[in-house]
């Protein structure tokens, strides 16, 4: 039963569970508050024990046996284990880890000298209410994690038991520790008392009359206790432990050690290691069922809590970005009623013929690309083909071990099916600050090829230029008529306030249809612009937005670090027209069409 650990590990995870290793290394530091933890993850981890995980503190290792806390699973199956969602996946196995951070953290007495100053007993006493006392601080610091603690418990604390002699559990001291690690984890707030039935049921004929009052007290003194204050005190109870234990044990006539009872008949033996098997068997049929039952409706709970989080968090940024689209398009087409920005209109003119060619190009490029919106659709099933939902696996075979019928669909797939909506949606921002400055007339020329092409193809399209501040050159419904060319003399660039402007205007992120962000800017910014577009540029990718990022400029092969999602693209700035002009269309082509995949 022991966790602890006293020597270095002399084994190295197997290739194949690095991966799953690093994340368990990741989840262990986290949970237990600390930096310097270390994991060993493998089918040969804490084999020495037989425990499905173990903590060594002189080391600051923990070890996960892969055959106990993920059976039957391979590493590709887990995954990442910081992942919220595949924690809900095998909530045994991560409890078995939740329980060792949990060690890690609030553990921190001397395991050596706790065994100095006690003897054998009393140290296993002491360990036996450590359990509960970890687990009570675990379920009151992280309550969003009792369920793994619960699933580990009821799973593998006492769905384990099951596989153990009757006999070798009916000995005084084989109860006490059966006692400590049901009815203490009840008052640790692990478990239920109807998680314990069975056994409460079958204990006052099995145990000696007093020895679970006599008990009782130790463990819930012992549970509010920490290490660093109160370390005499946890081994005086300790001591008081054995002391009881051993007075029922002799009373039993049972050794001092971890002898079997040596009174009452062979047939008496018999009967109470019956009952104690069919209390055992109880607890084990139901183990799985409630325990990950209990894991299912805490991830049900959370999921529920993060979608209406995201739903107010949206609808607060669109009526802010609403707010400021409103202010933004409120004046009139460029500068002239923003006066923050040095940048002024330097010259109209009408488009030239490479100019519409490049248009109509344009259009065909991105009318190949409109995806139709897909709605996706989830589908259970008790067949292939789909990914393998391992929890309705275990609910299955929890229910048919109690002869309940298995309802149970263990497959979930995904379908998406086209609709026809062939909307196209373009929001174009403009850096203009100083550094942009050169490429000011090749801009204005993309600029009018962009809006005529998506005319073209019945699309809606906006753009605005953003430096000091942020004013439209092309407002929802509005077509240029003319090549329109300003100066970038602004100092810096307010990306985050174009993004808002562009956004309440189009409805990129929560609209419908085709969407396209494109960026034509060198990157330079601030920091706090920088934070500002690796946000934008997370949202573009989670609500299915397509970026195309013009490089331009001095600094413009900067501007590649931003595009990391699998939903944009990057291309430089060419020198002439035309180049501008088909690289944006090629582009804008490949950036839609990767973005209707991923819908």
Request: aromatic residues 6%.
């Amino acid at each position: 039963m022991t966790h602890f650990g006293q020597t270095t590990l002399s084994r190295t995870t197997p290739t194949e569970w690095l991966q799953v290793g690093a994340s368990v290394g990741q989840l262990v530091n986290d949970w237990s508050g600390r930096h310097d933890l270390i994991a060993y993850v493998g089918g040969e981890a804490a084999v020495d024990r037989g425990a499905p995980a173990l903590f060594t503190p002189s080391s600051g290792e923990v070890e996960v046996n892969t055959n106990i806390a993920f059976p039957g699973v391979t590493p590709d199956q887990i995954g990442d284990l910081t992942h919220r969602s595949t924690q809900f996946e095998f909530p045994k196995g991560v409890g078995a880890i939740l329980h060792e951070a949990l060690h890690a953290r609030y553990s921190t007495f001397d395991i050596e000298q706790a065994q100095r100053e006690l003897t054998s007993n009393q140290y296993k006493g002491m360990y036996l209410m450590e359990e509960g006392r970890i687990e009570a601080l675990g379920v009151r610091t992280m309550p969003q994690n009792k369920s793994f603690l619960t699933a580990m418990a009821m799973g593998i604390s006492l769905g384990d038991l099951n596989d153990i002699p009757a006999s070798a559990l009916s000995s005084v001291r084989s109860l006490a520790q059966l006692i400590a690690i049901t009815y203490g984890r009840v008052t640790a707030g692990v478990l239920s008392n109807e998680d314990i039935e069975p056994f409460a049921r079958i204990l006052p004929m099995i145990a000696p009359e007093g020895l679970l009052t006599e008990l009782r007290p130790l463990w819930t003194e012992y549970q509010i206790l920490v290490p660093e204050l109160h370390l005499e005190r946890m081994y005086e109870l300790a001591r008081k432990w054995e002391e009881v234990v051993a007075k029922y044990a002799e009373e039993a006539g049972e050794d001092d050690g971890e002898g079997e009872g040596e009174s009452g008949s062979e047939g008496e033996i018999g009967e109470v290691a019956r009952a104690l098997r069919e209390a055992l068997q109880e607890i084990a049929e139901n183990a799985e069922f409630s325990a990950t039952g209990e894991a299912m409706e805490q991830q049900a709970s959370e999921e529920r809590a993060e979608a209406l989080e995201r739903s107010q968090s949206s609808s607060k940024e669109r009526r802010e970005n609403k707010e400021v689209s409103d202010s933004v398009f409120s004046h009139s087409s460029g500068p002239g009623g923003v006066r923050k920005t040095s940048s002024r209109l330097i010259d109209t003119r009408n488009p030239t013929s490479p100019e519409r060619a490049s248009a109509v190009r344009i259009a065909q490029a991105l009318e190949r690309a409109k995806y139709r919106d897909r709605v996706r659709t989830e589908a259970e099933s008790v067949t292939p083909p789909g990914r393998l939902r391992t929890r309705a696996v275990v609910q299955g075979r929890a229910m048919r071990a109690r002869g309940v019928m298995d309802t149970t669909a263990p497959w979930n797939r995904v379908q998406r099916k086209h609709v026809d909506d062939p909307n196209l949606t373009i929001g174009v921002m403009v850096d203009i600050s100083g550094s942009m400055r050169s490429a000011m007339e090749p801009l204005a020329s993309a600029a009018w090829v962009l809006s005529e092409a998506t005319r073209r193809v019945q699309g809606r399209t906006a753009m605005v230029y953003y430096g000091d501040d942020v004013f439209p050159t092309l407002k929802p419904g509005q077509h240029l008529d003319k090549v329109t060319v300003y100066s970038a003399s602004d100092s810096t660039e307010e990306f985050g306030k174009a993004f808002q402007a562009l956004d309440g205007a189009l409805d990129l992120l929560n609209g419908s249809g085709a969407r396209l962000l494109v960026v034509v800017s060198d990157g330079h910014y601030r920091s706090d612009q920088r934070s500002e577009v690796a946000r934008v540029m997370k949202r573009c990718e989670r609500d299915g937005v397509a970026v195309l990022w013009v490089g331009v400029g001095h600094y413009g092969g900067d501007a590649e670090r931003y595009c990391t999602t699998a939903s944009s693209s990057y291309t430089k700035m060419g020198e002439t027209i035309t180049e501008v002009a088909d690289e944006i269309g090629r582009q804008a082509e490949r950036a839609l069409t990767v973005a209707g995949s991923r819908v």
